[in-house]
């Protein structure tokens, strides 16, 4: 019974990972894709993704029709605006949604590109459609973790801040190692911290941080927490932390450049965040 379900548990891998690669026939377009995606998988880092960006571009002329390839360019240009990373804001999240239409027309009903998709609409403030492709992947996949995170980060800037626990919590059942957890640790404190719940935002992004996830927004989530309580010395430590991640974070340039909470804003205000 054992040998069997290996041997069938082998095929099915081995024909997923083959449906994966079934619109990429060069083997140099998708050896570059799968370097792409170990880079990508490592925490947050500016050189990772830059590299990693490299090979996907090299790919995609390779071979113009790597759907994957393609998504992963998506992905680059949405975490680039999450992270700061670049002020063409509304630049990369236009150039992420189109080249996520181009890799659909190649690979219609991909659930990563459904899921990489409501990540660009929840940076571009359109949290009703960010949650209905954040579905739409669900429904293709119902074990794609990303599908749940998706969803609950588009729902918690909506007020649904329980619900969205909810639905990362959801994420975390499916695959408690992932390499995305400290992101989802982030938004549960995010979703936390909307409820008012300002302990449990701090312990959750203290996981995104233990967990390596470590680019501005969990320091600038605990510093807003801490103010929120009144401990002002914790609050400026965070905040700095937050600064030397991003030296322009600015109440003016996270009103440009991400997703509007206003608690979040009241908070690093009273944490001694500049407006300019």
């Not at 041997?7 to 799968?34: C, F, V, W």
């Not at 959750?204 to 807003?224: E, H, T």
């Amino acid at each position: 019974m054992v040998a069997r379900l290996a041997n069938s548990l082998g095929y099915e891998l081995a024909k997923a990972e083959g449906q994966r690669s079934a619109h990429s026939t060069n083997p140099d377009a998708i050896d570059l894709t799968m370097r792409a995606r170990a880079l990508m998988f490592q925490p947050p880092d500016r050189g990772h993704f830059t590299e990693a960006r490299s090979f996907l571009e090299q790919a995609l002329k390779l071979d113009p029709q790597n759907a994957e390839a393609m998504v992963r360019i998506a992905l680059s240009d949405a975490l680039d605006v999450a992270y700061g990373w670049t002020d063409r804001t509304d630049e990369s999240l236009r150039e992420a949604l189109d080249i996520l239409a181009k890799a659909n027309a190649v690979n219609p009903g991909d659930a990563y590109a459904n899921y990489i998709r409501s990540l660009s609409l929840f940076l571009a403030r359109r949290y009703p459609e960010a949650v209905d492709a954040a579905q739409t992947a669900a429904s293709l996949n119902s074990n794609l973790p990303g599908a749940y995170f998706a969803m609950g980060q588009a729902e918690f800037p909506q007020g649904l801040c329980e619900q969205a626990i909810a639905q990362i919590k959801r994420a975390f059942e499916l695959s408690p190692r992932d390499p995305s957890i400290g992101s989802w640790h982030m938004n549960i404190g995010n979703a936390e911290f909307c409820l008012g719940h300002d302990d449990a935002a701090i312990a959750q992004y203290r996981q995104a941080i233990d967990a390596a996830f470590r680019p501005w927004v969990p320091y600038a989530g605990m510093a807003a927490a801490y103010a929120m309580k009144g401990d002002d010395a914790a609050a400026k430590s965070a905040l700095a932390e937050a600064k030397q991640r991003l030296p322009q974070l600015t109440v003016t340039w996270i009103l440009a450049h991400a997703p509007y909470i206003p608690r979040f804003l009241d908070g690093l205000r009273k944490a001694g965040l500049p407006e300019e």
